[in-house]
């Protein structure tokens, strides 16, 4: 369910974005029509040479049409036709810049499209988180790798084609509502692949150049077409099922992600190298056609999601005699960075069908959930509530009874953080318990009436918050450089042992590892590529010519991240070689050669940076005899390494003769690695 849910709110967001429905980790490259009309960016370090596209024209900032319908652009939009003319025919994509500076925020949210139906509003307002002066300096100070392991490193780069290939600049963005239908609990019970019933509401600061967008969405693959609902023209887009060929200058959209994931300890199959790519596709049949729509109301006002939600949203403002309980909550937010407002009485009737099958820990709330009205949740950084939630029941004794419950938890909890505190202080930081002391003893846990209230008043000196992480964020930046290091081992090791379904064997040293074939000269890394999801520059490898040669030098520097970042293009991610190992320059290992045990033998591991090799160059650490640990260089003490099972190990203080034992394969000799 909840798959299907947080699918439903990717779904809204990103039909804006860039095109998809389904839940894909990262955005597809422009295509033609796209790259023709995207800024110019200097290119990825490894993605493949593009022909040299215009720049978008930048148009200075106005201010967003007045009115929420733009009639003379809902007559425009419905005349506009799919066209095969070339993608340099297309209208040219303008890009909506912000206003600046950043105009106050109005004292309440904007409810309007808010359909009667709804149970759930998400509100976020991404501009003045963007630009909030505390969060832009912890922005700032976030290492890359600790973004990348929070999710935020695909996240940024989905907001960077956003701007590329829809003109809307991340910073641009007001806000987004995120609507959740009453219907909701029963499209997921009972139709599970169907699109949840969500909507988006995103309403930018500039206005957006609606007549590209619409047009590269007309051109695109998903058989778009416009239709009219209440005066306003909706672009019809189709999700999942086979899509028509993309005409000249359309948008490519990316197919749908599969519902269900591989087999446990099976993954996708790997592009054999030289070879087509998988047929895509659930193995169950194709995925059933869900109909999307998107709405520009004017141009700096979207409306998206599943065609019946986003009809209810157009149709709100006429509909609409008085507030509901929804919208009452939603104004009673004020305008917070981030907000929630629920309204749970849309949803008793199918919670009191879902509950009574629900663990144990959920079922013992029950009673207090199916008497709930209202919920609310609000965090802001600049008013009178740092945080609030706000819960209100059908009666007073349901109030009274939660709060006996969690009222003890509560104090119980503030007791912990004292005890934690004297522990903690000097490891913590003065600054950081400051700050952690105003949480704690500011919280504060009511009853009044029919409402519990959990709140924590404004933080005082929030401008010192980013200095006072500083060193949480180096422990962060430290764990997460961990981290990456290995889980990009454990990645070859992926790599390793699906080359070995394919062929029966492991890559060589120099070359494919099979003996019939001439091996020219290429690192065993390049071998790896296809199954490390680098296929397109693995195909403009020359695998018949060495790694120095004129074609292949031109993409040493297209180094894979998962072999390093070193700006020489040098790679310390090395397998040992020398007399006994399994690795050697003409023949790679077959997986019955192991035989004193995977668990025992290591493949891979990550040397000292001083024994760096050029990742395309063929060949290996050829470790003495006498002083096996002098091959890893400045690592001889410290190293990380994946074995022959997968795992991945970080290992310290061995000798020389252990190591020795762990890089042969059939010595007899067992080396077990410390938990």
């Not at 978008?56 to 967003?64: D, E, I, K, M, N």
């Amino acid at each position: 369910m909840m798959r299907n849910l947080r699918c439903g709110v990717y779904a809204s967001l990103a039909l804006i974005a860039w095109g998809t429905v389904g839940c894909s980790k990262s955005p597809p490259p422009p295509p033609p029509a796209a790259a023709a009309a995207a800024p110019t960016v200097p290119p990825a370090a490894n993605a493949p040479s593009a022909p040299a596209a215009p720049a978008v024209a930048l148009t200075p900032p106005v201010a967003p049409t007045a009115g929420p319908v733009d009639a003379k652009l809902q007559q425009k939009l419905l005349g506009m036709k799919p066209t095969d003319k070339a993608s340099d025919s297309l209208p040219p994509l303008k890009v909506s810049e912000p206003v600046t500076p950043l105009a106050p925020a109005a004292s309440k949210i904007s409810v309007e499209f808010i359909p009667a139906d709804a149970f759930l509003v998400m509100a976020v307002h991404p501009r003045r988180v963007y630009e909030h002066p505390v969060i832009r300096q912890l922005r700032e100070s976030l290492p890359p790798d600790v973004a990348e392991m929070g999710g935020m490193g695909d996240g940024m780069e989905q907001l960077e084609f956003l701007k590329a290939n829809f003109g809307i600049a991340p910073e641009g963005v007001d806000e987004i509502l995120v609507v959740l239908d009453k219907d909701l609990l029963d499209s997921v019970m009972n139709n599970p692949r169907a699109a949840p019933p969500v909507g988006t509401i995103f309403r930018t600061s500039a206005p957006l150049d609606v007549n590209a967008i619409v047009a590269r969405i007309l051109n695109g693959p998903m058989g778009a077409k416009l239709v009219e609902h209440d005066g306003v023209a909706m672009l019809m887009l189709t999700q999942g099922g086979p899509s028509p060929a993309t005409p000249p200058g359309g948008l490519t959209f990316p197919p749908e992600a599969p519902a269900e994931a591989p087999a446990e300890g099976k993954e996708d199959p790997a592009q054999p190298p030289g070879g087509d790519p998988p047929a895509g596709g659930n193995a169950a049949g194709p995925p059933k056609q869900e109909t999307i729509a998107v709405a520009f109301v004017n141009d700096s006002l979207v409306l998206a999601g599943t065609e019946a939600v986003v009809r209810k949203m157009i149709s709100a403002p006429a509909s609409k005699t008085a507030s509901t309980d929804l919208t009452k909550q939603v104004e009673s937010l004020g305008n917070p960075l981030f907000g929630v407002a629920v309204e749970l009485g849309q949803i008793h009737k199918p919670l009191e069908s879902l509950l009574p099958a629900a663990p144990p820990p959920v079922a013992l709330f029950s009673p207090f959930i199916l008497s709930t009205r209202t919920v609310t949740f609000k965090w802001d950084l600049d008013g009178a509530e740092f945080l609030s939630l706000n819960v209100e029941f059908d009666k007073p004794e349901s109030a009274v009874g939660l709060y006996g419950m969690l009222n003890g938890q509560f104090e119980k909890s503030k007791q912990t953080y004292s005890t934690w505190r004297k522990l903690a202080s000097e490891r913590v930081g003065a600054e950081s318990i400051a700050f952690l002391d105003q949480v704690v003893n500011g919280a504060a846990f009511t009853n009044s009436d029919e409402t519990l209230s959990f709140v924590i008043p404004k933080l005082n000196g929030l401008e010192k918050l980013p200095e006072a992480l500083k060193p949480s964020i180096e422990q962060a930046k430290a764990a997460a450089e961990v981290s990456r290091k290995r889980n990009n081992l454990k990645q070859i090791g992926l790599a390793m042992s699906n080359f070995d379904g394919d062929h029966s064997h492991m890559p060589a040293l120099s070359g494919m590892g099979n003996k019939s074939m001439k091996n020219p000269g290429l690192s065993w890394r390049v071998y790896l590529l296809p199954y490390l999801d680098q296929t397109p520059l693995y195909n403009e490898f020359k695998l018949d010519e060495p790694w120095d040669s004129e074609t292949n030098k031109k993409l040493i520097s297209r180094m894979p991240k998962v072999y390093g970042s070193s700006l020489e293009f040098k790679s310390n991610i090395q397998i040992v070689t020398g007399e006994g190992t399994p690795f050697q320059m003409e023949t790679g290992p077959r997986v019955a050669d192991i035989v004193d045990g995977f668990s025992s033998t290591i493949m891979v591991l990550e040397a000292g940076e001083d024994v760096s090799e050029i990742w395309t160059k063929p060949g290996g650490l050829v470790y003495d005899s006498m002083d096996p640990l002098k091959c890893l260089g400045a690592a001889k003490n410290e190293f990380r390494a994946v074995t022959f099972d997968g795992a991945s190990w970080t290992i310290r203080g061995i000798d020389g003769d252990t190591f020795l034992k762990a890089i042969q394969h059939r010595d007899g000799g067992r080396f077990e690695f410390p938990e």
